[in-house]
T-cell receptor, first 112, second 112 residues
Framework: KAGVTQTPRYLIKTRGQQVTLSCSPI?????VSWYQQTPGQGLQFLFE???????NKGNFPGRFSGRQFSNSRSEMNVSTLELGDSALYLC???????????FGSGTQLSVL | GQQVMQIPQYQHVQEGEDFTTYCNSS?????IQWYKQRPGGHPVFLIQ?????EVKKQKRLTFQFGEAKKNSSLHITATQTTDVGTYFC????????????FGKGTKLSVKP
């Protein structure tokens, strides 16, 4: 069974640009969550999707958005990038929302 | 707001010594989950505890969930160099849309 796939693995952007990250969950998993990981703040919850509906959203500005497609694949978008957005963005999928998460390898975003 | 506090932030041990990390929630949890992240890797699910007072073992790892379902601990007996990494607890909040809140993790280093 293939794991959670995130693309791209690394990304370098400049301030003001926007970025789209992609996540393909484990087959059969309908819940997809996104987390931002930084050394100082640990894992910060961004949002959670289930069957194309956003069910929970973390405390992040509106520049952070996401969506889920009918095949459960998910994307997250960050517009007007800031230096502080540099982080590892992790996607996780699960059978039941917020239980036994399977994480992808993440996308390391650097904003210059 | 809802918080999950985890201590200590860092732990350095000699190989063969024991290690414990503690997790405390500000509110009663639906369940507590533990994850391990190796250096350069992504979090990997270890275990989920659901019942009040539950104790589960995985080889040298012992996980406990408090009677009030607000605290948890992970104890590793006789650490090995393969135990190196950051251990995260994650508390699932009660309610139908229960958010999963991660502690900031305990980074374990093991000196051979």
């Amino acid at each position: 069974k293939a794991g959670v796939t995130q693309t791209p693995r690394y990304l370098i952007k400049t301030r003001g640009q926007q970025v789209t990250l992609s996540c393909s969950p484990i087959s059969g998993h309908r819940s997809v969550s996104w987390y931002q990981q930084t050394p100082g703040q640990g894992l910060q919850f961004l949002f959670e999707y289930f069957s194309e509906t956003q069910r929970n959203k973390g405390n992040f500005p509106g520049r952070f958005s996401g969506r889920q497609f009918s095949n459960s694949r998910s994307e997250m978008n960050v517009s007007t990038l800031e230096l502080g957005d540099s982080a590892l963005y992790l996607c996780a999928s699960s059978l039941i929302a917020n239980e036994k998460l399977f994480f992808g390898s993440g996308t390391q975003l650097s904003v210059l | 707001g809802q918080q999950v506090m985890q201590i200590p932030q860092y732990q350095h041990v000699q190989e063969g010594e024991d290690f414990t990390t503690y997790c405390n929630s500000s509110t009663t949890l639906s369940n507590i989950q533990w994850y391990k992240q190796r250096p350069g890797g992504h979090p990997v699910f270890l275990i989920q505890l659901v019942k009040s007072g539950e104790v589960k073992k995985q080889k040298r790892l012992t996980f406990q969930f408090g009677e009030a379902k607000k605290n948890s601990s992970l104890h590793i007996t006789a650490t090995q160099t393969t135990d190196v990494g950051t251990y995260f607890c994650a508390g699932k909040m009660r309610g139908s849309q229960g958010n999963l809140i991660f502690g900031k993790g305990t980074k374990l280093s093991v000196k051979p």
